[in-house]
């Protein structure tokens, strides 16, 4: 199983809505430990979906239209899933 590495942040994803029924299970309220080395439980097409914006926050960079460091992000498998990813340190 990867891990982060030690030194590195890991970052808050939460999930904040789910229409229908997500196959791999997602649960509104759901908060997940996310990296760019541990996807944390996300299903792997959520995670390859939003890896350039975890990248950018995992090596300092900003995200101009992310509100006070949050951003909101979509399911690619028809906007099922909702989930709010944030610089916040998630809870280990």
């Not at 999930?15 to 509104?28: D, F, I, L, T």
């Not at 080395?37 to 939003?50: K, M, Q, S, T, V």
């Amino acid at each position: 199983m990867a891990v982060t590495p030690e030194g590195q942040e890991t970052f808050k994803a939460v999930v904040k809505s789910v229409e229908g029924h997500c196959g791999a299970g997602h649960q509104e309220g759901q908060e997940l430990s996310l990296s760019c080395w541990d996807c944390g439980g996300l299903c792997g097409f959520f995670f390859h979906d939003i890896f350039h914006y975890l990248s950018v926050y995992q090596f300092g960079g900003q995200i101009p239209w992310a509100r006070d460091g949050v951003l909101t992000l979509k399911c690619p498998d028809r906007n099922i899933v909702t989930l709010e990813l944030s610089r916040a340190q998630a809870e280990q």
